[in-house]
């Protein structure tokens, strides 16, 4: 019996208010057979957020637990909450050769790089700093200082760009999808190209 390919990680990340959600939607809509690592978060859901899909909601003393447990691939406190990616989830996929894509901050993806070296990083920039500030004020999820919080935060990490393979401008929903589909078939093509 053949063991499977091993299917490729796919770590996708940018500063808050790019845009992610809406570019993954597109994601999976032109390639369902793409899975996604549903992150843990002790973060009430925000509205249309659903358990189990958007993330695993638990409790800060199960998260805790969870930690001790080394379930975590990656772990972070973020704003004041903990998210983490499931160690257990991502192995299982990637071993039935199948791929899988995490979106997690700059800090995970760190750590995810030190474990999994042979990933494929990608980072989502807006078209400019200002359109990034006008939609994480549109959102209206956060307090004054939540917001102002994630603006800082943002502006950090766009500064950290530089350290992925691949950079994608989300100035279209459907190109930027379509940008990251053909880094994720070229990156297939690369393995699979003699030595």
């Not at 979106?103 to 990933?119: E, Q």
Request: net charge neutral; with cysteine.
């Amino acid at each position: 019996m053949t063991q499977p390919k091993q299917g490729l990680l796919i770590v996708i990340s940018g500063p808050s208010g790019v845009g992610k959600d809406t570019v993954l939607r597109r994601l999976f809509e032109l390639a369902p057979h793409l899975k996604y690592s549903v992150s843990y978060t002790t973060r009430a859901p925000r509205p249309g957020e659903v358990d189990g899909h958007s993330y695993t909601f638990v409790t800060q003393p199960e998260f805790l637990r969870l930690i001790e447990q080394k379930e975590f691939l990656e772990w972070a406190r973020v704003y004041d909450e903990y998210y983490g990616t499931s160690r257990r989830r991502v192995e299982e996929v990637l071993d039935r050769g199948e791929d899988i894509i995490l979106k997690i901050d700059v800090h995970g993806a760190t750590f995810v790089r030190k474990r999994k070296p042979d990933g494929l990083f990608i980072f989502i920039t807006p078209p400019s700093t200002e359109e990034l500030l006008t939609r994480l004020t549109g959102r209206k999820t956060e307090s004054a200082g939540a917001l102002a919080i994630r603006q800082r935060e943002a502006l950090i990490e766009l500064g950290l760009a530089k350290d992925y393979e691949h950079v994608v401008c989300n100035r279209d929903v459907d190109e930027t999808a379509r940008e990251i589909l053909a880094m994720i078939a070229a990156e297939h093509a690369r393995r699979q190209a003699p030595v």
